[in-house]
C-alpha cells in the first residue's frame, strides 16, 4: 500500500479544482477528520501554499466531531502561485518550497543538500560512550561567524567535505583517506550517500517543471575541476582558470554552474532555509543577544539553559544542537526543523536566522506605518521605518510575480532577466548589510510589556483588546487582513513545502 501524506492530498484536489477538500474527502473509504484537515490547510497556509477563509465556527469544533469526519470543518481555500508549484512536486511541503526558493535565488547547490539531510537521517553518529566527542566534532563544522552555530550549515559544510574528498582523490589512497575522515568525524557513509542520491532526485523533479536550467547537470559540481581546491588550501582562482570558487573558512563552494551562482551566500541560503522552514520560528530572550552597539558581549548563562518561545509553547535547544553551550546568538530568532518531547520540549537542530529574512520570507505582513511596526502572522513583531517596510513590500509582491510567471510561462528564466536579476540582487544585498537600527525586534509596544506569540503581552492587562494594535483612526485591529496586508511572497503564493512532518 502506498501512503500519501495529507498536505500533498489536498493540494492536488486544489490542483485538479475537484472542489474543496475538507469535502471531496468525505467521498474517501476512510476519510479523514476534520482535525487533520484543519491542521494540513493550517500547515499549507503557514507556508504560503494555499490561501483559506475560516468560518468562525471552525474554532468551537467539539473533539468528537473533530476526531469523526471532516464534514465538521467549514472552510474555503484556494491554491497560490507557490502551492501550484509545490503541487507538481512529490516531495514533502517544507522540503519543496526549499527546493523551488533555492532555485529562485540561484543558490540550488546547498538548498537541494539541506533539503536532502531533512528527507533522510542525521549524518552524524553519536556513540552513546563518545557522545562528548562527537558533539565537539560537529561543531568544528560549524565555525564561521557568518554561520552564528547551524546545525543545518555544519551539515551542508560536513557533505561538501566527503563530496570532494570523494570526486578527487585517487583511487589508490581513497579508501583509506575517506574512512579516516568519516570515523574521525563520526560520520555514516550509508546516510551521506543517500543524502547525494535524494539531492540527484530532487534536482531531476525540479528540471521538470522548469526551475532549473536546461544545461544544469548535477554531475558538474562534483566533476568541476576546483573542487579539490579545498584539500590544498589554493583560494578561490588558484585551482585554475574559473575565478568563481568561493572560500569559508578554508572551504570551498564551486558557483559556475548554472543555478548555483549564489551558494556561497550564507546571507541568502539561511533566508532559504527560513522560507522553507516557517513557521518553525524560536524567539530567544534578550540578555543572550547581542546588540547593534556591544563591541564585545558575553552571555550570563549558556543558549541551552534558555527557554525559547514559539507556537507550540515554550521549547528548548536539545544538548546535541551546536549552538547548545553557546553563549551568545547574532539574533532572537532561529528556525528549526524537528522537534521531539521527552522529559522537556526540545529542539534538535535550528538556524539562527535575521529580522529581514523573516520580513521577506516570512508569513502575512501587515504594517503599521503610524507606529513604524511590522508584524507577520500578528505574532512577529518588529519595528521598522516606512522606507525599508515600502521596500519589504515591493521585494514580497515582485517574488510573488516571478512564481505567478512560471505558471504562465514554465521556460522562462525568470530569474535570468533583467528584473530577476536585480531582485535576486536586491535581496542579496540586503540580506548582507542588514541594519539592525533600521528593523529592530519590538519587545516593549507599551511599558515594559513584552510582545508573545499570538498577539499575547504579559502587561498586567486582561483586556480583550490587549495585544492588538490600532490603525491610523484609533481603532483596534484583530488580525484580519487590510490592504497593507501582503502575504509572504503572495500575490497568490510566496511559500511552500519543504521539511515535512517533524515539526
Known sequence: MICVGLEDLVLQVLLLDLGEPSVFLTKAVNPPSALAIKNSLKLL?????????????????????????????????????????????PVDPRVGKMMIYGALFRCIDPALTIAASMSSRNPFMSPFDKRDIADAKRREFSTSSIDGGSDHLATLDAFNQYRNLKSNLGKGGIGMTMNAFLRDNFL?????????????????????????????????????????????????????????????????????????????????????????????????????????????????????????????????????????KAKELQSRYCCYHEIVKTSKIYVRDCTVVSEFALLLFGGSLKVFNAYGVAAIDDWLKFRIAAKPATLVKYLRVQMEAMLLQKIIKPDDDVTG?????????????????????????????????NVRPGNQRQDGNNNSNSGKMRDDKGRYNDGGRGKDDIRAGRGRGSRGRSGRGRS
Open 417 to 449: 532577466s533583467p528584473k530577476g536579476m536585480a531582485l535576486i540582487q536586491a535581496i542579496s544585498v540586503l540580506l548582507e548589510t542588514e541594519d539592525r537600527k533600521e528593523c529592530i525586534p519590538v519587545n516593549q509596544i507599551r511599558g515594559d510589556s
Open 45 to 89: 497556509e503557514g507556508l504560503g501554499a494555499v490561501e483559506c477563509d475560516w468560518n468562525d465556527d471552525n474554532s468551537t469544533i467539539s473533539t468528537a466531531a473533530a476526531s469523526s469526519s471532516c464534514e465538521a470543518l467549514s472552510v474555503t481555500s484556494d491554491l497560490t502561485s507557490l502551492g501550484f508549484h509545490l503541487s507538481t512536486l
Open 188 to 324: 555514516s557513509r550509508m546516510t551521506l550517500q543517500q543524502i547525494d542520491d535524494l539531492r540527484k532526485q530532487f534536482a531531476g523533479l525540479l528540471l521538470d517543471i522548469g526551475f532549473l536550467p536546461r544545461n544544469y547537470r548535477h554531475n558538474d559540481i562534483m566533476n568541476n575541476r576546483n573542487f579539490g581546491a579545498s584539500q590544498t588550501g589554493m583560494r578561490s582562482g588558484e585551482a585554475g582558470d574559473n575565478s568563481d570558487i568561493h572560500n569559508r573558512n578554508g572551504k570551498i563552494v564551486a558557483t559556475n554552474i548554472p543555478g548555483n551562482e549564489n551558494s556561497s551566500n550564507l546571507h541568502l541560503v539561511k533566508a532559504v532555509l527560513c522560507a522553507g522552514l516557517y513557521p518553525n520560528i524560536l524567539i530567544a530572550p534578550r540578555d543572550i543577544v547581542r546588540s547593534s552597539n556591544q563591541a564585545s558581549f558575553v552571555g550570563k548563562k549558556e543558549v541551552g539553559e534558555c527557554v525559547f518561545r514559539s507556537l507550540k509553547g515554550d521549547v528548548h535547544l536539545h544538548p546535541c544542537t551546536i549552538l547548545f
